[in-house]
């Protein structure tokens, strides 16, 4: 491919990438539930065509930098060609997700913010009522995802590939099979701390015996503690007190949307249309734990694009590996589990129940995301029966009863929970480096920040591979995951 191409392909990619964006944030705010992303893409016939994409692969590299700068390039052709197949599906599905309202004893409840209603419920009938609604909602959009997962396994082989399993694995460089083995194993190795809290709080707290529980219950469960203990959450408070706490000074201005609507998205998403200029993140609290969790790993993949440089070229500027981002974002995310930042900016005294009532709440969360990887892939071998198996998995995962509903809900953005989950078993490691080379609360050291900044500033320039060569950690070694638990849980 000549250099041309490659320039044209930069310019062209970071236009439709701005635009997209733009788009999937007004969406998700609740400004716009009529997206076009059809007309969005119709200029861009020529970048869209499966020969550019094509050729790209065939792209000879001759160091690491241009083979990291070719795969985020794939990556993003890929999603964007794919997408192009079915923009009007999506422009359906996301319509239907951002304006489908229903009421509840005169309260009325947009579907994108239905399982956070579902955990403010106590009683039997109003929750039964939800989920029904709720259900018929997921099975208009069930139709859509179906046709939606059968273009992508189907335009997948204009792209050279037999599967869109196989696609994902290739550019994203992911072995799902091992991925897989290691959710199953962390499974199997939590299962009875994982039963016996359950069973133990299930019975204190609620009065239901674990035989008796369903998954609803036990989201409430590992909810509800917090409701009414924890302080209200401020976006703008919370990121300068990281910031003024971690040293950190991102040369992006970071601003914040935290307005609610009918039909934003739950907790908190990040954009990053201007990498290096500006990151806005979108807010949608709704009280509670998760406030904090959404939003710290949102501000996490956010300060992954603040220190970029703004005139650098679109891959190494927009683009992360996924997992690479999600590693940020879980690292940031999970100071909710450390006691001195939890008395510190929660003011709770971290009392040895508390902290194992939060430990199981992670560990629940961390066991639920296992279940959907080994459910996904599957999925996309072509299992049968997929509604029945999604419900049979998260039962053993939960030890609840579980709805077949969210079997194709819980999926997307498709093939997602394969960089979550290496994301979670690498987070471990990076904070366990952090801790051997700075502080127990690394988070309140300068040269840590000075760390993380030398990361990030390099943008996609850096990966995982990058970083498990240069630094020691990025296996897929689950050992520091599980020792999180029993630190805490026995």
């Known amino acids: ?187 199997r190795d939590t299962e009875y701390i994982a039963r016996d809290l359950l069973k133990w709080f299930f019975l204190k707290r609620m009065d239901i015996k674990l035989k008796n529980a369903n998954l609803t219950d036990m989201f409430y469960l590992i909810n509800s503690f917090e409701l009414g203990s924890l302080p209200k959450m401020d976006p703008l408070s919370m990121a300068k007190a990281l910031l003024a706490e971690t040293g950190l000074n991102p040369q992006a201005k970071i601003k914040f949307d935290r307005e609610k609507r009918k039909g934003h998205v739950a907790g908190s998403i990040c954009y990053t249309s201007n990498p290096g200029v500006e990151i806005l993140i979108s807010t949608n609290l709704q009280g509670g734990i998760w406030d904090y969790e959404s939003f710290l790993g949102s501000f996490g993949r956010g300060l992954s694009y603040g220190f970029t440089e703004r005139d650098d070229y679109f891959e190494y500027k927009y683009l992360r590996e996924k997992s690479f981002l ?53 999925f996309y071998q072509g299992q049968d029966n997929k509604a029945e198996t999604y419900k049979e998995i998260m039962e053993i995962a939960t030890h609840s009863k579980a709805s077949k509903h969210d079997y194709l809900f819980d999926i997307e953005p498709h093939l997602s929970s394969a960089d979550s989950f290496k994301a979670s078993i690498i987070e471990p490691q990076l904070r366990a480096y952090l801790i051997e080379n700075f502080d127990e609360q690394w988070w309140r050291v300068k040269e840590a920040g000075e760390f993380l900044v030398e990361i990030w500033r390099t943008g996609g320039r850096t990966s995982i591979k990058n970083i498990s060569e240069n630094y020691g950690f990025g296996g897929t070694d689950i050992t520091k995951l599980s020792q999180t638990f029993e630190e805490v849980l026995g």
Do not use: C
């Open 1 to 187: 491919m000549s250099r041309e191409t490659i320039r044209y392909i930069r310019a062209e990619g970071q236009k439709v990438h701005q635009t997209l964006d733009r788009e999937f944030y007004l969406n998700f705010a609740g400004l716009k539930s009529k997206t076009d992303i059809t007309g969005i893409l119709k200029p861009y016939q020529d970048l869209l065509e499966p020969e550019i994409f094509l050729s790209l692969r065939e792209t000879r590299v001759y160091n690491e930098e241009d083979k990291n700068g070719i795969n985020l390039l794939l990556s993003f052709l890929a999603k964007i060609i794919l997408l192009s197949k079915t923009s009007q599906l999506k422009d359906s599905i996301l319509d239907i997700e951002a304006s489908s309202i229903f009421s509840i004893d005169k309260t009325k409840i947009p579907f994108r913010s239905s399982k956070a209603a579902l955990l403010t419920k106590s009683k039997k009938q109003e929750i039964q009522e939800i989920e029904n609604k709720r259900g018929a909602i997921l099975s208009k959009l069930n139709q859509l995802y179906l046709r939606q997962y059968a273009y992508k396994q189907k335009d997948s082989d204009d792209l050279g590939f037999s599967s869109y399993l196989h696609m994902y694995e290739v550019i994203e460089g992911l072995n799902t099979s091992a991925l897989v083995e290691k959710a199953k194993e962390f499974i």
């Open 326 to 378: 999600r590693i940020f974002s879980e690292l940031f995310k999970n100071l909710i589990f450390e006691p001195a930042w939890i008395k510190k900016h929660l003011r709770q005294d971290v009392a040895n129940d508390f902290l194992q009532f939060l430990y199981l709440r992670r560990l629940m969360l961390t066991r639920i995301l296992s279940a959907k990887l080994i459910y996904e892939i599957g």
